[in-house]
């Protein structure tokens, strides 16, 4: 059991721990990267605010939900709202690009080293970056997936396609660029038209979203795949010089990222720890001595580093 202690609490404007850091990326052996939503929310991928009124105006004046992720729960009475919601949910989470370019700034980082990536965020961004998608593994799911809500079956489906027509036929154009735009002077519809939305080819069931939420989730062939590729990277570099550089990981599933990172820094007397996030970056004390924490933006922290 680890003693969460803030041993090595620091902030972007710490200079001696920013070097550190650089001096880690540039002799590490291996580099294993675990990232969270806050990477994603300092590239710009936000669900409140601003971002959220632009795109949901309509079901916050109709239901008066606070942010993007609880509007997702919420039960609507059809299935054609359901999906109104929900494709404009994907479309901007997962085909549009992030505002700030945090994700190609971290991979200039890396690319030429021997990394992977583990990895909760859904909107797959890393691969959209550059990363090499042989060397990423999303836990969580994928908004570009689609799988049986039953399930009937392990297999997901690729939705880029039924999704862009189901943001058309609200009402959007998606530009040259790949914006969502709404002519002037009109709103969007909060329904697609009750044949694009997608039942189970096999049981004929609706379809949901591949999002770990419950026990329904679909592990499919891919998820496996990258399970494996992991696994195996993990066991190959076992005794090198690895640096754990943990990105934006909160508390809200610190099994998958976080203590799987203290834990092998643990088992590896080569290894160091860092944590870069804002408000919580700390390490325990069992591996404070080889641990990087830096309690700020990520998107600021990588700026530095460069």
């Not at 700034?105 to 080293?113: A, I, M, N």
Request: hydrophobic share 35%; with cysteine; glycine share 8%.
């Amino acid at each position: 059991m680890f003693l969460k202690t803030g041993t090595m609490k620091s902030t972007t404007g710490c200079y001696d721990n920013i070097l550190r850091l650089k001096q880690e990326l540039k002799t590490a052996d291996t580099i294993v990267i675990g990232a969270g939503a806050g990477l994603s929310a300092s590239a710009g991928f936000t669900y409140t605010g601003d971002r959220f009124e632009k795109y949901f105006g309509d079901f916050i004046k109709k239901y008066g939900f606070r942010d993007m992720y609880s509007g997702g729960f919420y039960p609507f009475e059809t299935l054609e709202e359901h999906w109104a919601y929900w494709s404009r949910y994907i479309y901007i989470n997962r085909y549009m690009d992030t505002p700030k370019p945090v994700y190609s700034e971290l991979y200039d980082l890396v690319k030429e080293k021997d990394y992977f990536v583990l990895t909760t965020n859904v909107d797959h961004c890393f691969q959209k970056a550059g990363f090499d998608k042989k060397r990423l593994f999303y836990t969580q799911g994928d908004y570009g997936l689609f799988q049986c809500s039953r399930p009937c079956h392990r297999k997901t489906y690729d939705n880029e396609a039924l999704v862009r027509k189901m943001t058309e036929a609200q009402g959007y154009r998606i530009t040259s660029s790949g914006t969502l735009e709404l002519p002037e002077g009109t709103a969007p519809k909060m329904a697609v038209p009750s044949e694009l939305i997608p039942f189970c080819p096999v049981c004929g069931a609706p379809m949901t979203m591949n999002l770990r939420a419950d026990d329904t989730f679909v592990e499919d062939t891919g998820w496996h795949r990258a399970a494996q590729r992991y696994s195996d990277f993990l066991c190959s570099h076992r005794n090198r010089r690895v640096l754990f550089l943990e990105a934006a990981v909160g508390f809200n599933t610190p099994g998958i990222v976080k203590f799987s990172f203290w834990r092998m820094t643990v088992e590896n007397p080569k290894a160091v720890y860092a944590c870069v996030n804002l408000g919580e970056a700390d390490a325990p004390r069992e591996i404070a001595s080889r641990s990087i924490c830096i309690d700020g933006d990520i998107g600021e922290v990588l700026k530095k580093l460069k």
